[in-house]
């Protein structure tokens, strides 16, 4: 096992997983939103914003694009009419947020870093 890891994070002059990931994940934002979008198949922009206490309309939107352009998160803009299931009402444009494949297979590992977390403390 420590031979594993060691071979893992020194592997000369390529960058190592391990960091490349946690460049992509890391920041006090960016796993909160993968968390949050994971408990649904996809949420509005102030949707996301109201379930996330203490993020700023610029920090959001910046880590969304972020997420956006590294593939862990669906940006879907509806520029037509969408008829709400089961209502009388219509949902004017909007663009909804959900994670993608990759980001679904991210889930698993960051569920046991959760567990992780919870028992340092």
Known sequence: MENKLKETLHIGHEKC?????????GGKWRIPIIWRLSAEKSLRYNELKRSIPGITNIMLTRSLQSLEKNGLVK???????????????????????????????????????????????
Request: hydrophobic share 40%; glycine share 2%.
């Open 17 to 25: 997983p391990i960091i490349h990931a946690l460049e992509i994940i």
């Open 75 to 121: 940006r879907v803009e509806y520029t037509h009419i969408k008829k709400a299931r089961n209502a009388t009402k219509n949902f004017p444009p909007h663009v909804e947020y959900s994670l993608t494949d990759i980001c679904q297979d991210l889930m698993p590992a960051l569920v046991v870093i959760n567990e992780w977390g919870k028992n340092l403390s």
